[in-house]
């Protein structure tokens, strides 16, 4: 895709650089009227999230990723599927009808230029959350059997690859091997889980946000606590 807007893959960062300086600030406050925020600042002091975006920054340097127009926020709540339309009777799709068309992609509030790994990594990050909970936190972590396998992440890549190849403007790199794009996505893991953490928690010290029916620490906690759980696997297996 081509878009007219700056190709320069710095929103991320500079979003994230935005809201760890929010975050710095409210620790540097005192606190003392409000007993959430008082627990909120407690442990962020403990986590240090300047010095884990800079370490973030560094490693992600060890892989290579294009940079594409990305979503930046690819969730199943984002993703809508038209129903059908038979004899002016609305219809409801069945999988092995669907085709593209059917998809309608919404919501491209955080969309840019952006490295692919973050992208494609963020859709299957996504895997692992609900959002249809009616009852607090209104979210569900779900359970490990639920989350994108290596063969489901696999099957994706290829399809895409098949698609990106097709384009009569695609020219080869040496970055576009299901190899290669899997261990992006692996990277880029990282940046899904802390990028939306600290959304997360300056979402919830805002006013005005935290009175939307969410709980946005406890699922800012929730993507800090998978986001420190992916880093040691990381560098356990000593990905490089």
Known sequence: MDVPMNRNPTRMWDSM???VKRIEDLVEQ????DPELITMVEKLRELNVRAEL???RKFLEKVSSPVVFCHNDMQEGNILLRNGDVEGRRTEPVLEDIIVDDLVVIDF?????NRRGFDLANYFV???YDYQND???YFWSRPKKDHATVEQKGQFVEAYLSTLTESPKYRERPEDTTEHILKEIEFYTLASHFFWSLWSVVSNSNVFTRAAQFDYWCYGERRFKEYYSHKAKLLKHSVR
């Open 17 to 19: 650089e935005r809201w």
């Open 30 to 33: 005192q606190v003392t009227d």
């Open 54 to 56: 800079v370490w973030l």
């Open 109 to 113: 509030e955080y969309c840019g230029y």
């Open 126 to 128: 996504e895997w692992m």
């Open 135 to 137: 009852s607090h936190p």
